[in-house]
């Protein structure tokens, strides 16, 4: 069993940063893909940025590319989501997942096993 804990969030105005973090339990972190999603009021949730096991593989939805950077800390068990140029439509709950039968990274949430609770983010204009 894994646990993920997100931390980070907070209000921000409209082209400022914000960088999230997920500390996840167990040994065997490294062998895990993880995920950024977020779920906004109303609205399914959606895929934000993957990172592969050994963060050399990284995929990106295409409204945060350029923006946003996924990476991981594998001696850590931590992930990160730093979030630049912030935009008040990037304001939602962000979900830290991970995918732990396959290494690599993907942008479906069913192929996610594991998630944390959440952390808000609110981008003010």
């Known amino acids: 069993q894994v646990q993920l804990v997100e931390s980070g969030g907070g209000l921000v105005q409209a082209g400022g940063s914000l960088k999230l973090s997920c500390a996840a339990s167990g040994r065997t972190f490294s062998t895990y893909a993880m995920g950024w999603f977020r779920q906004a009021p109303g609205k399914e949730r959606e895929f934000v940025a993957a990172i592969g096991w050994s963060g050399r593989s990284t995929s990106y939805a295409d409204s945060v590319k350029g923006r946003f950077t996924i990476s991981r800390d594998n001696a850590k068990n931590m992930v990160y989501l730093q979030m630049n140029t912030l935009k008040p439509e990037d304001t939602a709950v962000y979900y830290c997942?991970?995918?732990?039968?396959?290494?690599?990274?993907?942008?479906?949430?069913?192929?996610?096993?594991?998630w944390g609770q959440g952390t808000q983010v609110t981008v003010s204009s």
């Open positions: 997942a991970a995918r732990r039968l396959t290494p690599s990274p993907s942008d479906s949430a069913y192929h996610y096993d594991a």
